[in-house]
């Protein structure tokens, strides 16, 4: 069944920058839109990327918008999160997601990053 592993995360100082990656298997990877989440110690889990099965990008929230960047590689069933000028807040666990895992409830392991001095 569907499988998500995400990868890429630590600790980076502030305006840093990290490159999550999130490999998938159990399914047929380029027929679906992907999903990144994070979710912060104490705070609901938010949804920070979306990109299209076809590799268009859409819904950054405000916080993020300018400084995230969603990407994926139907080839090699991964789907990317590019984070650059790192802040404080944005220190949370980080999930990859699709309409999929979702509705089985299923969550990878997550990835830690935490943007600290």
């Known amino acids: 069944q569907v499988q998500l592993v995400e990868s890429g995360g630590g600790l980076v100082q502030p305006g840093g920058s990290l490159r999550l990656s999130c490999a998938a298997s159990g399914f047929t990877f380029s027929s679906y839109a992907m999903d990144w989440y994070r979710q912060a110690k104490g705070k609901e889990r938010e949804l920070v990327a979306t990109?299209?099965?076809?590799?268009?990008?859409?819904n950054y929230p405000d916080s993020v918008k300018g400084r995230f960047t969603i990407s994926r590689d139907n080839a090699k069933n991964t789907v990317y999160l590019q984070m650059n000028s790192l802040k404080s807040d944005d220190t949370a666990v980080y999930y990859c997601?699709?309409?999929?895992?979702?509705?089985?409830?299923?969550w990878g392991q997550g990835t830690q990053v935490t943007v600290s001095s």
């Open positions: 997601a699709n309409i999929l895992s979702i509705s089985r409830n299923y």
């Open positions: 990109i299209t099965s076809f590799g268009d990008p859409k």
